[in-house]
């Protein structure tokens, strides 16, 4: 699928021309919420219950600063991002290769939502501005 057809079903870029690219669209972080207290899954489902989230707070280094960091130990996260998806066709969505490099993952999912997606984060931790740049979604054909 061309990229142009793949931004064509992504609402709320930040700034098309950097996060639109010949390999897909690239989604940025809104949120990093922290896992407080277990979730429950079960055989038959009478007795799931969800995880409880804290939203973690980022921290500008400079008050004149526009936006803030997280400061991520290692452990695992969930992710919220700016973007949604628009469409019935279920799209390819995997971490891009300049959170690999660090040390960090999420899961690559075929979908045709956007829910939050588990970071996880290694080593010495990670820290991770606010909008940047973490997912590419691209069509089935052109994974990274």
């Known amino acids: 699928m061309p990229t142009h057809d793949l931004a064509e079903r992504v609402d709320g870029l930040l700034h098309e021309p950097t996060q639109v690219h010949d390999r897909g669209v690239d989604l940025s972080v809104a949120a990093v919420h922290e896992v407080t207290v277990p979730g429950r899954v079960d055989f ?9 989230l804290e939203e973690l ?19 695992e996260y969930l992710l919220t991002h700016n973007e949604t998806l628009t469409t019935d066709t279920p799209l390819v969505i995997q971490p891009r290769d300049e959170l690999l490099a660090r040390g960090a993952s999420h899961p690559t999912l075929r979908t045709a ?3 939050r997606l588990p970071l996880s984060v290694g080593g010495a931790g990670l820290r991770l501005k606010q909008n940047a740049r973490v997912t590419t979604v691209c069509s089935r054909d052109e994974t990274l």
Do not use: I, K, N, V
């Open 57 to 75: 707070s980022p921290t500008r280094r400079d008050p004149d600063d526009d936006y803030g960091w997280w400061e991520l130990d290692a452990g």
């Open 113 to 115: 939502s956007l829910p």
């Open 44 to 52: 038959g489902g009478g007795e799931l219950d969800p995880a409880g």
